[in-house]
């Protein structure tokens, strides 16, 4: 089982939906990354987030500390939004290292 | 900021020979991740250097080094390529490790 788990690994969505993408971790964190890779390319992160919620522009994260989930949702979708979405775990060991545990991904595709 | 540049953007490798990949850190980060995205895998972390050491290793044999400049600039190195080398690898860099990551778009290595 992976230390950080997404939900669902492939989503279709028409233009306009509001789409959430799921994140579950079972290990102790400082702070929960969601990321955006489009195909062949490099990463965008699109927000780092330790508790609560942050929203910027059409894109919401929200994480629950206490059950080791996060969310990312996306309103009124737009085909532009397709990409893979993915969650990754800064980890809390308590070191100096603050590596990223990556989940596998989300990939998203919204239709016109 | 300049954000996280990556060179090469593509390379091709013959088995058993030896690479180095480079990665510009943003202006003002001291820390820099590398990960290996094996294609349609997340990323798995290599290493981590913090103002020239390394102080954070994943599970990579010996053969994958690196090295970060007094300018912050990091080079990956890998020696005896094997087929399952190849993959993306990108480069993170972050203010002490704490804050979010900015990555690079990646080098796409293709050991034959």
């Known amino acids: 089982k992976n230390e950080v788990e997404q939900s669902p690994q492939n989503l279709t969505a028409q233009e306009g939906e509001f789409i959430t993408i799921n994140c579950s971790y079972s290990?102790?964190?400082?702070?929960l990354h969601w990321l955006q890779q489009h195909p062949g390319g490099g990463i965008v992160s699109l927000f780092m987030?330790?508790?609560g919620k942050k929203k910027h522009g059409r894109l919401i994260a929200t994480i629950n500390i206490q059950e080791k989930h996060s969310s990312l949702h996306i309103t009124a979708s737009h085909p532009r939004d397709s990409a893979v979405y993915i969650c990754a775990a800064t980890d809390d060991y308590g070191g100096a290292t603050n590596k990223l545990i990556f989940g596998t991904g989300t990939l998203l595709a919204v239709q016109p | 900021e300049t954000g996280v540049t990556q060179s090469p953007t593509h390379l091709i490798k013959t088995r058993g020979q030896q690479v180095t990949l480079r990665c510009s850190s943003q202006s003002g980060h001291n820390t820099v991740s590398w990960y290996q995205q094996a294609l349609g895998q997340g990323p798995q972390f290599i290493f981590q250097?913090?103002?020239?050491?390394?102080?954070g290793r994943g599970n990579f044999p010996p053969r994958f080094s690196g090295l970060q400049f007094p300018n912050y600039s990091s080079e990956l190195n890998v020696n005896a390529l094997e087929l399952d080398d190849s993959a993306l690898y990108l480069c993170?860099?972050?203010?002490?490790?704490?804050?979010?990551?900015?990555f690079g778009s990646g080098t796409r290595l293709t050991v034959v």
């Open positions: 987030l330790s508790s």
């Open positions: 250097y913090y103002r020239e050491e390394e102080n």
């Open positions: 290990v102790g964190i400082s702070a």
């Open positions: 993170a860099s972050s203010s002490d490790g704490i804050y979010g990551y900015t």
